[in-house]
T-cell receptor, first 114, second 110 residues
Framework: GAGVSQSPSNKVTEKGKDVELRCDPI?????LYWYRQSLGQGLEFLIY????????KSGLPSDRFSAERTGGSVSTLTIQRTQQEDSAVYLC????????????FGSGTRLTVV | GDSVTQMEGPVTLSEEAFLTINCTYT??????LFWYVQYPGEGLQLLLK?????DKGSNKGFEATYRKETTSFHLEKGSVQVSDSAVYFC?????????FGAGTTVTVRA
């Protein structure tokens, strides 16, 4: 597509429920990243996918968080047993190569856990 | 580890004023440096970049020069407009990972 597409744009969920956030990167971009933007924490790196290589999961805050990327394209970020501190905007980005010329970000999914 | 420090906001300016947002970094190796902008209700957009020392990135009247000796990448614009009201993020890329500053909110009044 023309840009990075994320869905849903907004999600309200009850504490303890599982949520799935979707990211559709720019066609042809081999690298895909998830970041979290929250008040007081700024922008935090979560996970990085590059082609068929093993992802860098070093930024995932707990084992309740997981992500997968199917067919080298669409990615899903899953948060199990959501907590209120998971409330944030989850941003997806994609790039050619390793982002030497910058990443293209999606508009994000605003997650609110009540 | 890598880190980026940028001046805290919020910054409020009048139209046609000069804008500077300071950014300094700590990193190993030779990172690339970026400024991203987030307009109200929109996603992050790449504003400008510099990939090596003494490079100057520029876009939409904004400029920033990669200063290795002072580990800085300050953002400047000579005459701001109301449409420049946004949150500005300084970032560095080392290997494949972007590290961001906390962001500076800029409001330009007519």
């Amino acid at each position: 597509g023309a840009g990075v597409s994320q869905s849903p744009s907004n999600k309200v969920t009850e504490k303890g429920k599982d949520v799935e956030l979707r990211c559709d990167p720019i066609s042809g971009h081999t690298a895909l990243y998830w970041y979290r933007q929250s008040l007081g924490q700024g922008l935090e790196f979560l996970i990085y996918f590059q082609g068929n290589s093993a992802p860098d999961k070093s930024g995932l805050p707990s084992d309740r968080f997981s992500a997968e990327r199917t067919g080298g394209s669409v990615s899903t970020l899953t948060i199990q047993r959501t907590q209120q501190e998971d409330s944030a905007v989850y941003l997806c980005a994609s790039s050619l190569g390793q982002g030497e010329n910058g990443y293209t970000f999606g508009s994000g999914t605003r997650l609110t856990v009540v | 580890g890598d880190s980026v420090t940028q001046m805290e906001g919020p910054v409020t300016l009048s139209e046609e004023a000069f804008l500077t947002i300071n950014c300094t970094y700590t990193a190993t190796g030779y990172p690339s440096l970026f400024w991203y902008v987030q307009y109200p209700g929109e996603g992050l957009q790449l504003l400008l970049k510099a990939t090596k020392a003494d490079d100057k990135g520029s876009n939409k009247g904004f400029e920033a020069t990669y200063r290795k000796e002072t580990t800085s990448f300050h953002l400047e614009k000579g005459s701001v407009q109301v449409s420049d009201s946004a949150v500005y993020f300084c970032a560095l890329r080392n290997d494949y990972k972007l590290s961001f500053g906390a962001g500076t909110t800029v409001t330009v009044r007519a």
